[in-house]
């Protein structure tokens, strides 16, 4: 359909995706933008096994508005009820604001949240690989869906299990420990020492 | 803002080992989007050392205080201290709510153990009304008989006690028997009212009980009892903002209410 980009990972595996695909990245989109001749962009702080999953997200969210984009900006390009049927609509509805109040629009967004969300129902271990990758690729949505996999992961836990979570040191003294048991005696629930 | 100094592999990295940054930005989105609750901030908070210091930044509490206490202050210099303080007011509040019901309950059986009470005296006291008509009843039946009586037999003896029991009776026989007969009737009616009432009241008074007995059983409800549910951080992720707890105020059972008028 468009121009595809090659990437490589840090251990030498090319990709070869989409420029929508790939654009997903905002320093993706940066180096290909400045590096005309050369169409082959190396990732060396990102592994082939990492860049996988990350590609697959991107390629899930090529042609979607984001989740943070607002239904009223969302271009009509975008919106599955338009798709293929510029022909048939009026030239004034497909060049206007979307509207705020498109089905479509709506439930195709949902759709995407919910995949995402179950993408990032993974272990703590992934996650934190797809929020280093997110980060260092500039991946807005995926940077996003990475911290919210992370809360989920956090969500519910004693602080005991949250230390195992985390591979973390219980370093409060035990005068310390008392005084925060005090200090959160007014949960409904309170934690046990 | 890419923090170039990371290395992407797929090694053994806790991921403690984050930056500030990221943390900072799980805790903010997580609360945000309702996935972390101020429980899971003060469980961090005592996890450890850094945890704690990242897990009290204000605008954390803020976003929480916004979310579960939608009404009310919404600036504060320390936003935990103030969401410690809303929450042991909303709880001191459901513990009041709490007691005023049990003692509504309390008082439903103790008003209906009463009205039982008085139902039975009723029924002595109409079962008493009843016996004594009928004695009267069956007084004026042998004396009506003696008078008949009087007119057909002649021997002395026996005229002699006919007319003993005829001078007794100082009322009109016949309209005296017609009021007693209604009386009866009466009694009667009141009886079976009086018992329908009485098993009426026993029901009620079950029911009266079971309540009270139910809200002896459940401990206190926590208000903020739901983990959020994946429809909820849908609807978060949309535009409006949803206060997805309503708030502290219980339902009356209207029936309830509508029984004690």
């Keep these: 359909m468009g121009k595809t980009i090659k990437l490589i990972s840090g251990d030498g595996e090319m990709f070869e995706v989409e420029e929508a695909v790939a654009f997903q990245s905002n320093i993706i989109k940066s180096l290909a933008d400045e590096d005309n001749a050369d169409d082959c962009i190396p990732l060396p702080r990102v592994d082939s096994q990492i860049l996988s999953k990350v590609l697959e997200f991107c390629r899930k969210h090529a042609n979607s508005p984001s989740v943070h984009t607002k239904f009223a900006a969302i271009p009509s390009e975008l919106c599955p009820k338009h798709d293929g049927s510029a022909a048939g609509a009026s030239s004034s509805e497909s060049s206007s604001a979307h509207s705020e109040t498109c089905r479509a629009c709506y439930d195709a967004v949902m759709k995407l949240v919910q995949w995402d969300l179950e993408f990032v129902k993974v272990d703590l271990d992934l996650i934190h690989h797809l929020l280093k990758a997110a980060n260092y690729l500039d991946i807005e949505d995926l940077m996003f869906m990475a911290v919210e996999g992370a809360a989920n992961a956090i969500r519910g836990n004693n602080p005991e299990e949250i230390r195992k979570l985390f591979d973390l040191e219980n370093d409060f003294t035990p005068e310390e420990e008392k005084e925060i048991l005090k200090e959160y005696s007014w949960l409904d629930d309170p934690f046990e020492p | ?261």
């Design chain 2, 1 to 261: 803002m890419p923090i170039s100094h990371l290395r992407v592999v797929g090694g053994g990295e806790s991921m403690a080992m984050l930056p500030d940054e990221i943390w900072a930005h799980i805790l903010e989105i997580g609360t945000d989007s309702a996935s972390l609750t101020y429980r899971d901030l003060c469980a961090l908070a005592m996890a450890s050392r850094r945890l704690s210091r990242l897990s009290a930044e204000p605008a954390l509490w803020s976003t929480l205080l916004a979310i579960d206490f939608p009404d009310g202050e919404k600036v504060s210099p320390s936003p935990k201290a103030l969401y410690q303080t809303r929450f042991k007011l909303e709880k001191a509040k459901r513990v009041a709510l709490q007691r005023a019901k049990m003692l509504f309950a309390q008082s439903k059986v103790a008003v209906s153990r009463k009205r039982l009470q008085e139902l039975k005296l009723s029924l002595v006291r109409e079962g008493d009304r009843l016996k004594a008509a009928v004695e009267e009843l069956r007084n004026l039946e042998r004396a009506r008989t003696a008078s008949v009586a009087l007119n057909v037999w002649q021997p002395d003896v026996v005229r002699g006690r006919q007319k003993q029991i005829v001078e007794q009776c100082t009322v009109p026989i016949e309209s005296r028997v017609c009021a007693l007969k209604m009386e009866v009737q009466v009694c009667k009616q009141q009886i079976a009212n009086f018992n329908k009432t009485y098993e009426e009241e026993k029901k009620k008074l079950g029911k009266h009980k079971q309540a009270l007995a139910s809200l002896e059983y459940h401990p206190l409800q926590s208000h903020f009892n739901s983990t959020p549910s994946d429809s909820n951080k849908r609807k978060r992720l949309e535009l409006s903002s949803d206060s997805k707890l309503s708030s502290a105020a219980f339902e009356w059972d209207e029936q309830e209410k509508a029984e004690s008028f």
